[in-house]
């Protein structure tokens, strides 16, 4: 076989066999095809895309590239939630207190925060002392004795991922559906779960900046779960603002737990509950999906969704701890509110401002070896569709250093829109597609 005939085969519209995707993923994965015909084949792909069977064989290679994380006999039923990035995204942080209640297992590899969109993983390492399992048989190890398992992404797992998507970063093919689908779901698939529910964010702090596309990623990674045997749900959800009203790392720990206790923001108790009424209907826990909201809205009640969260910390190993004024977790040393100058109704808060305000002042990442100011972060006090006055406070930045503080206010000034006329508000579930 020849990588040229292959890459000219995709140019020229034609499907590819398995055969051909194996033998050019492996060989570009073992040095004999070299990154120049990687990125022709690569950019025939964003322009040709792949079909439901080409995507199957592509995703599975991917797959086969790496370690497995296999999950022998667990008593729960498992749930890998993913979401394709945003800003204020601390869902994982609450399902995992949630999901514990109902006996559910939540499973996933997480991300670190890099551009406007926050990580996981930094999340949690806000958390003095939390320490992600470090490898598959620690976190194997964890899914058996708590019945979860979270940690970072690894190396060893779909290697052919990180160096397909480096090569995409510097050929502009990042942007294709076919390849965005096989990326994300190859890591997907190669952790045991089962049930995988998508969070496909939709709007200017997102990937997908419209609905059209996200629901085409949606169906694309859905096709490829329902093609290994997965059953999966895909939710397109809002990114038009931040979800909730902290951006950042510790202070999303805070409003995630808060909403473990009933307290949350609208829309992200909202997404959380959907996310959990899913998981439900997945798991056989509930008929439908209303039904496993309301379980979830009485189980907040009882109290013991933040028990199972500090569970899930005290297995971590460092012995996490959060008080019930969160005074151990890292706090900036600064504030600095920011306001109004306009009065009406926000009609936009543009959600990558914010995002960049943010990462700027240290809460994220613009290179992957940039560290991070976990206790500086920026909360919105305002949504859209809320009347402002003048003067009015719209966020409160929390921060150790002053050097980024005039760019990230320039951000925050751009982010926002008024408009006279009333403007509802906006609603974060966008569509559920089983
Ligand atoms: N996230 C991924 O993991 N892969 C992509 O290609 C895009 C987003």
Do not use: W
């Not at 925060?113 to 390492?125: M, Q, R």
């Not at 976190?139 to 998507?165: Q, T």
């Amino acid at each position: 076989m020849l990588a040229i005939k292959i890459i000219e085969k995709k140019r020229d519209k034609y499907p590819l066999t398995s055969d051909e995707i194996n033998f050019f993923l492996n060989n570009y994965l073992n040095g004999n095809i070299p990154d120049y015909q990687m990125s022709a084949l690569l950019m025939a792909i964003y322009f040709n895309g792949l079909n439901q069977e080409e995507l199957f064989h592509f995703t599975n290679s991917m797959i086969n590239s790496g370690e497995l994380i296999k999950i022998n006999n667990s008593e729960k039923f498992l749930i890998d939630k993913h979401s394709t990035g945003g800003v204020g995204d601390k869902t994982t942080i609450a399902l995992v207190g949630l999901f514990g209640c109902f006996g559910i297992g939540e499973i996933k590899l997480s991300g670190k925060s890099l551009g406007h969109t926050g990580g996981t993983v930094d999340k949690f390492e806000s958390i003095p002392n939390f320490k992600f399992p470090e490898n598959k048989n620690q976190m194997i190890d964890m899914v058996n004795k708590i019945g979860s398992g979270i940690m970072g992404y690894s190396d060893k797992i779909v290697p052919l991922d990180k160096k397909i998507y480096a090569l995409r970063d510097v050929t502009g093919t990042i942007e294709s559906i076919s390849l965005i689908a096989s990326s994300i779901m190859s890591k997907k698939l190669a952790i045991t779960s089962n049930g995988i529910i998508l969070d496909i964010k939709v709007g200017s702090g997102a990937f997908m900046k419209n609905i059209e596309d996200a629901k085409e990623l949606s169906q694309s990674m859905m096709n490829i779960g329902k093609n290994f045997g997965r059953k999966i749900v895909g939710v397109l959800t809002d990114m038009e603002q931040p979800l909730g009203f902290a951006v950042g790392n510790a202070n999303e720990v805070i409003e995630a737990i808060e909403t473990l206790k009933g307290n949350g923001p609208k829309d992200f108790s909202l997404l959380v509950n959907t996310i959990i009424g899913i998981g439900l209907l997945m798991a056989g826990k509930a008929q439908n999906i209303d039904e496993g909201k309301l379980l979830c809205e009485n189980m907040i009640k009882t109290g013991k969704p933040i028990e199972h969260f500090k569970k899930f910390l005290e297995y971590t190993g460092g012995n996490p701890k959060i008080t019930e004024d969160y005074s151990l977790l890292p706090m900036a040393k600064n504030k600095l509110e920011f306001k109004s100058k306009k009065e009406g109704y926000i009609s936009q808060i543009q959600a990558e401002n914010i995002g960049r305000a943010t990462m700027i002042i240290g809460a994220g990442r613009s290179k992957i070896e940039d560290s991070i100011d976990y206790g500086v972060g920026i909360n919105l006090t305002k949504k859209i569709g809320d009347k402002v006055n003048k003067g009015d406070i719209l966020a409160v930045i929390q921060y150790n250093d002053d050097k980024n503080i005039p760019d990230s206010l320039r951000l925050l000034e751009e982010a926002y829109v008024f408009s006279d006329k009333k403007i509802p508000e906006r609603d974060v579930i966008i569509e559920i597609q089983m």
